[in-house]
């Protein structure tokens, strides 16, 4: 017969688990808001910019910010360095070293940020001819061209520094708290956007009122969470060596991966183009986009599952682990096949919609494209769980052989397939040296240990 503290054992075990089931599916909702915000936001820029900006002062606007790509990786993988190690910490209730990570991440950070600043503002900012580099001929653009880079860098600078709160919240799974700030900062977002355009103000000012509005609404956000869960605060005085070596060590595993995992899938249409001529890349281009909403919106519905993950796994609560792993492949696998079958029969039909053209594509780059999605929907639900078990180098392994392989492979398949040899390519090799490798840790992990 169990005994009271048995009882109130798994009553606590029970609540924990249900506040866990819970917060992921706050965090899940609000994500899909946040990113059909971020849609909307999207779509509704342009009409309010483009007949006031005129074709080159848009189109140095849409060159300026496409500069955001390219910095994914300023943080070095901090974001995600913080993620994992707070979460894990969580799972033991380890409240000083949680916010011995958060000092120590705040440090980092705000390093980086001030390091991006000398660099840019110092050094660069005054050798560049903007102008010439953009390659704007009116008055107005000329003058433009500068401040509107530096307006750029200086939001993207201050994310950087915002970037801790968000990563703490979702880390101790309060993930939503962070969607709802980012859903309202879009909206503001947008109501500066517009007040711009009516004002028929410069691009700077466009792209502090797009980019630079989230900012004030993720430093609300920290001064708000920080405020309620002062344990958390960060302190200069808990910023600790040992604590700033894990977080770099394990960011830096991340963004190895990034960088494999897009040289591996994101070279298709630097291939095509080489070998077939850019006209071969339009078409495939957009249904690639088309079917990368599917993929998208399932990694949302995933990362949430991240910390829970390492909460749970630190709590030896390995049973919820293995259903939450069985549900989320099953929901991945479900919704990708329903979603890739779905615009495989009427992806032309959305697509002429979306496009208001008749854009054509061969059957078998629909195919492949509806096999990839599946793919990597199922891999994105086996690495939520090696990232939350703190896995990174297992998946940089494989994420280098998988590159290995794809890349070279890509060449002969294009060659003789066209651009569906691209994405079959990445299908073979993502299959062959990530999903049964990952398949094979995974089952390892679930067999009883001895």
């Not at 096949?337 to 061969?362: H, M, N, P, Q, Y």
């Not at 199922?378 to 180098?393: D, F």
Request: charge should be positive; include cysteine.
């Amino acid at each position: 017969m169990k005994t009271d503290l048995t009882k109130e054992t798994d009553d606590a075990k029970r609540a924990r688990t249900a506040r866990r089931g819970k917060h992921i599916k706050l965090t899940v909702f609000t994500g899909l808001v946040a990113r059909a915000s971020s849609m909307l936001m999207a779509i509704v820029s342009v009409p309010l910019t483009l007949n006031y900006l005129g074709a080159e002062r848009f189109g140095l606007w849409m060159t300026v910010t496409s500069v955001i790509s390219m910095l994914t990786f300023a943080d070095l993988g901090i974001g995600n360095g913080l993620l994992t190690v707070i979460a894990e910490a969580s799972g033991r209730d380890d409240q000083i070293a949680i916010r011995r990570f958060v000092s120590s991440g705040f440090a980092i950070l705000t390093l980086i940020a001030t390091c991006i600043s000398l660099l840019f503002f110092v050094i660069v900012y005054p050798a560049v001819d903007w102008a010439h580099l953009f390659n704007v001929v009116s008055p107005s653009a000329i003058a433009e061209a500068g401040p509107a880079i530096a307006a750029l860098i200086a939001c993207i600078v201050a994310s950087i520094s915002t970037l801790l709160v968000p990563r703490v919240q979702l880390a101790l799974q309060h993930g939503f708290i962070s969607n709802l700030f980012v859903t309202l900062g879009l909206f503001a977002s947008l109501a500066a956007v517009w007040l711009v355009s009516v004002e028929r103000g410069s691009v700077a000012l466009l792209i502090l009122a797009m980019s630079g509005t989230p900012v004030i609404a993720s430093i609300i956000n920290g001064l708000i969470f920080f405020n309620r869960n002062r344990q958390y605060r960060p302190s200069w005085s808990l910023v600790s060596k040992p604590a700033m070596r894990r977080i770099l060590s394990t960011g830096v595993m991340f963004v190895v991966l990034q960088l494999s995992l897009a040289l591996s899938f994101a070279s298709d249409k630097l291939i095509i183009a080489h070998l077939l001529g850019a006209t071969a890349v339009a078409s495939y281009s957009v249904y690639e986009r088309v079917f990368g909403v599917g993929t998208n919106l399932m990694l949302s519905m995933l990362v949430p599952i991240w910390p829970a993950y390492a909460e749970a796994w630190a709590r030896k609560d390995r049973g919820w682990v293995k259903r939450a792993l069985t549900r989320s492949l099953a929901i991945s696998l479900a919704g990708s096949v329903v979603f890739a079958v779905s615009i495989i029969f009427f992806g032309s039909l959305i697509v002429s919609l979306w496009t208001r053209k008749d854009v054509s594509v061969e059957p078998i780059v629909l195919y492949c494209l509806g096999a990839w999605c599946v793919i990597q929907c199922t891999v994105n639900a086996l690495s939520m769980l090696l990232n939350g078990l703190h896995l990174i180098r297992v998946q940089v392994t494989v994420s280098v052989l998988t590159a290995s392989m794809a890349i070279p492979l890509k060449f002969v398949l294009i060659a003789h397939l066209g651009p569906a040899g691209g994405v079959l390519a990445s299908s073979i090799a993502a299959v062959c040296f990530t999903l049964v490798p990952y398949v094979i840790v995974v089952w390892r992990l679930k067999q009883p240990t001895r």
